[in-house]
């Protein structure tokens, strides 16, 4: 497998556009999740996803963030309007979860770095 | 949110000399993670401790997690320019399944 895909690997768009993390999880995993990583606040958990569905969104920062999973392989998170304080390194990780054996191991993206000028 | 506070918050080290990085919390976890995480990846699991009190070694780490289950350690024996990284405890709730991330400690090691 190739892993947890994240795209782009970097971002630089000005105040006020659209953007749009993608993640492709790993196959097999059921279940995501979305991280915002600053120098200042560390990784900090942003959404998490179960067989698709959004258990727990209490981290994302604003109404500005929304995230979505349509599909098992797909995952996309979107700030809209995008502002310089969301510049950071988001990334995504998959987990495959049961009620049988927990605290599995967690896969991370690279990462998407994200600049807002 | 459950923090988890990372100790120190940066290390610099010669090579080898051994180091001890702690993560404590007043929340009590159902298991405990350790990560490294290097520049320009995303991090990668190191160890999982489920049960309080105990100790896992690998190779030259050691890691503990307390009677109580609301902190751990890692020690690094002879550290090598190859342990440099960023280390992060992560704590798996009770409740639910998600990881909560500590501050993280950044160790760079003095060849």
């Known amino acids: 497998d190739a892993g947890v895909i994240q795209s782009p690997r970097h971002e630089v768009t000005e105040m006020g556009q659209e953007v749009t993390l993608r993640c492709k999880p790993i196959s097999g995993h059921n279940s995501l999740f979305w991280y915002r990583q600053t120098m200042m606040r560390g990784l900090e958990l942003l959404i998490y996803f179960n067989n698709n569905v959004p258990i727990d969104d209490s981290g994302m920062p604003e109404d500005r963030f929304s995230a979505k999973m349509p599909n098992a392989s797909f995952s996309t998170l979107k700030i809209q309007p995008s502002e310089p304080r969301d510049s950071a390194v988001y990334f995504c990780?998959?987990?495959?979860?049961?009620?049988?054996?927990?605290?599995?191991?967690?896969?991370f993206g690279q990462g998407t770095r994200l600049t807002v000028v | 949110t459950q923090l988890l506070e990372q100790s120190p918050q940066f290390l610099s080290i010669q090579e080898g000399e051994n180091l001890t990085v702690y993560c404590n919390s007043s929340s009590v976890f159902s298991s405990l993670q350790w990560y490294r995480q290097e520049p320009g990846e995303g991090p990668v699991l190191l160890v999982t401790v489920v049960t309080g009190g105990e100790v896992k070694k690998l190779k030259r780490l050691t890691f503990q997690f307390g009677d109580a289950r609301k902190d751990s350690s890692l020690h690094i024996t002879a550290a090598q320019p190859g342990d440099t990284g960023l280390y992060l405890c992560?704590?798996?709730?009770?409740?639910?399944?998600?990881?909560?991330f500590g501050t993280g400690t950044s160790l760079t090691v003095i060849p």
């Open positions: 992560a704590g798996y709730a009770n409740t639910g399944n998600q990881f909560y």
């Open positions: 990780a998959s987990r495959l979860d049961s009620w049988v054996v927990r605290g599995t191991e967690a896969f």
